[in-house]
């Protein structure tokens, strides 16, 4: 089956740093990648969707420079929480889309981001 | 508007006892409707994929169903490790980038 990886599964930062988190599709091309974020006992709340080669569509609500997306190839995406504070921690988990428009999403293991 | 709801909230049931999780849908176009399992501390793990109605997929002990306004998770024979949140996603015609739309999930705990 279709796996997708993210790195680091843990994160503890201080107030202020910046954080990177890789998505990887690890057997498969996915020229669509999405990040979601995800509070205690709620569902996943979408953040941005990531195309490969172009710019990031964040949804509303979401700064676009504080969440930095970047989806330089064909299995690679990432997102740097920059300037990190505590209300930005929280459960990241990114999805690759495999296939066309009508293609399952698989998702990572997530990361859990702990900001001090 | 367009929207996905997921019930019961919550299910507890005792093993071996097999009962059918809701996803009721109000899109106006479906491109697919997907079923993920989710455990405590980690990503969705997807199950199923269901494209129109009338079609059925069954993995194990479970088993999904669609309608042109629902979909049925159905747990046969439930196990203490089928204890999970499952999520049920939908993926409009109109939605831009083809992003998925939740719904709220329902949490299963099989007891022994």
């Known amino acids: 089956g279709a796996v997708v990886s993210q790195h680091p599964s843990w994160v503890i930062c201080k107030s202020g740093t910046s954080v990177k988190i890789e998505c990887r599709s690890l057997?498969?091309?996915?020229?669509?990648m999405f990040w979601y974020r995800q509070f205690p006992k709620q569902s996943l709340m979408l953040m941005a969707t990531?195309?490969?080669?172009?710019?990031?569509?964040?949804e509303q609500g979401v700064e676009k420079d504080k969440f930095l997306i970047n989806h330089a190839s064909l299995t690679l995406s990432t997102l740097t929480v920059t300037s990190a504070h505590p209300e930005d921690s929280s459960f990241y988990i990114c999805?690759?889309?495999?296939?066309?428009?009508?293609?399952?999403?698989?998702f990572g293991p997530g990361t859990r981001l702990l900001v001090l | 508007e367009d929207q996905v709801t997921q019930s019961p909230e919550a299910l507890r049931l005792q093993e071996g006892e097999s009962s059918s999780l809701n996803c009721s849908y109000t899109?106006?176009?479906?491109?697919?409707l997907f079923w993920y399992r989710q455990d405590p501390g980690k990503g969705p793990e997807f199950l199923f994929t269901?494209?129109?109605a009338g079609e059925e997929k069954e993995k194990e002990r479970l088993k999904a169903t669609l309608t042109k306004k629902e979909s049925f998770l159905h747990i046969t024979a439930p196990k203490p490790e089928d204890s999970a949140t499952y999520l049920c996603?939908?993926?409009?015609?109109?939605?831009?980038?083809?992003?998925?739309?939740f719904g709220g999930g329902t949490r299963v705990l099989v007891k022994p």
């Open positions: 999805s690759a889309r495999e296939g066309g428009q009508s293609g399952t999403q698989y």
């Open positions: 057997d498969f091309q996915a020229t669509t």
């Open positions: 990531s195309n490969e080669g172009s710019k990031a569509t964040y």
């Open positions: 899109v106006s176009g479906l491109r697919g």
């Open positions: 269901l494209y129109s």
């Open positions: 996603a939908v993926n409009m015609i109109k939605a831009a980038g083809n992003k998925l739309t």
